[in-house]
């Protein structure tokens, strides 16, 4: 809940204060730095769940997040915070004004669409490696290395396309990565008890991703009219939020 809020608004956050001629290089080049960072946790988290006997290892790693979840929070309080005229929109615009948006409805169509089948599938991939490929958590986080790594290089080059042909393309390019090359990779993976092609599908995982996630974030922003961008993120955020919900309760059974 909290955590769908606080991106709503930080996504309507970053529209203010990211120039959208630099969007696309700088949201690329935001999503490589994560991905490095989030490997280093992802490397060090999974060795230590490997080392340590449960439940103690699993406690300890969930504390260290809270703990940096914290730091992040208070990060925040030092970031500008650009001064605009607020104005006053009531509930039923804030429902309805996305909606009345042509363009924008195709938006919400097609994002509600894409997270549906992400989260229909994503429950399922973590279970495929650990039960039917036998991965340890060790070649997770090797999995999540690789990807890392790749999409440092990757999302730097996405993000400055994206800035020259238009970010509806290069989300083209990634969707279409995603619905071709993952399901083909790991049931080669299953069919020849390979891990050659998980390791390959890490690599088009942050090449696909790399392309997605920019592109689709900057498209959410360009779409929104600056005036009213807080409440078109929101529906933004509620309608891929239900997409997904419903693609992930359907796997679980």
Avoid at 5 to 27: D, H, N, Q
Avoid at 83 to 93: A, M, P, R, S
Avoid at 163 to 180: A, E, K, P, S, Y
């Amino acid at each position: 809940f909290f955590q769908a809020s606080l991106g709503t608004v930080w996504t309507a956050w970053m529209g203010e204060v990211i120039p959208e001629e630099k969007r696309g290089r700088y949201v690329g080049r935001r999503t490589g730095i994560v991905g490095v960072v989030g490997m280093i946790a992802s490397l060090l988290s999974g060795w230590f769940l490997d080392s340590v006997k449960a439940p103690l290892n699993f406690q300890v790693v969930t504390l260290a997040s809270v703990g940096f979840a914290i730091a992040a929070a208070v990060l925040l309080l030092f970031h500008a915070d650009p001064v605009k005229n607020k104005e006053q929109i009531d509930l039923k615009d804030i429902l309805s004004l996305p909606w009345r948006d042509a363009n924008f409805r195709q938006f919400l169509f097609f994002a509600g669409h894409l997270h549906f089948g992400i989260f229909l599938s994503a429950a399922l991939i973590t279970v495929f490696f650990l039960e039917e490929l036998h991965m340890t958590f060790s070649q997770l986080a090797l999995w999540s290395v690789i990807a890392a790594v790749t999409g440092l290089i990757s999302t730097e080059f996405w993000g400055r396309l994206a800035d020259r042909i238009g970010n509806r393309t290069v989300l083209f390019m990634g969707v279409c990565i995603m619905g071709v090359a993952f399901p083909v990779l790991w049931i080669l993976a299953d069919l020849q008890d390979s891990l050659g092609y998980v390791w390959l599908s890490a690599i088009l995982d942050a090449v696909a991703w790399g392309a997605a996630a920019p592109a689709l974030f900057n498209l959410a922003l360009v779409s929104a009219p600056a005036g009213q961008r807080l409440s078109y993120i929101a529906m933004y955020s509620v309608v891929t939020g239900l997409f997904g919900f419903v693609g992930g309760a359907i796997s679980g059974p």
